[in-house]
């Protein structure tokens, strides 16, 4: 996770906003919300994050809407919609929708083909990996 801070708090000239998944939930599950996660999160990058009840619809395109300058806002998990695992194109789009520029810096689920990762990389130009990504592949190339 530290790592993973070091992209968050560079991405803090931006407007931003993020999504992740926890478990693997049916449906809503409270026990696989994220939203336990932002009082640390706050706490870690030393600003208030707000957090969405979902990760897709009305509510959410008006929160990351009026996200401020330097503001951060977490999506609720992606898994909790049955589309994410199925890569669902038209899930895909809805994510996409939300942002200018994607950043995979999820290491261990880049491999896999869910919406949140290998289908919003389809629609959002351009579509990059983050900082953590690049640690990993330099080790990868210096292990060689």
């Not at 932002?38 to 979902?54: C, H, M, Q, T």
């Not at 609720?76 to 996409?96: I, M, Q």
Request: glycine share 8%; aromatic share 14%; charged share 25%.
């Amino acid at each position: 996770m530290d790592f993973a801070l070091v992209f968050v708090k560079w991405s803090f000239i931006y407007s931003c906003f993020y999504y992740g998944f926890q478990g693997r939930p049916k449906g809503v599950t409270p026990k696989y919300s994220l939203k336990p996660l932002v009082p640390r999160l706050s706490e870690l990058l030393g600003v208030e994050v707000k957090i969405a009840n979902d990760c897709i619809g009305e509510e959410v395109e008006k929160l990351v809407a009026e996200i401020p300058g330097g503001g951060v806002l977490l999506l609720e998990n992606v898994r909790f919609h049955k589309e994410e695992e199925k890569n669902d194109p038209e899930f895909s789009k809805k994510l996409a929708s939300l942002a200018e520029v994607y950043v995979n810096d999820a290491f261990g689920t880049a491999h896999r083909a869910h919406a949140s990762t290998e289908g919003v990389a389809k629609y959002l130009k351009p579509a990059v990996a983050g900082f953590l990504m690049q640690k990993v592949w330099w080790l990868h190339l210096y292990l060689l």
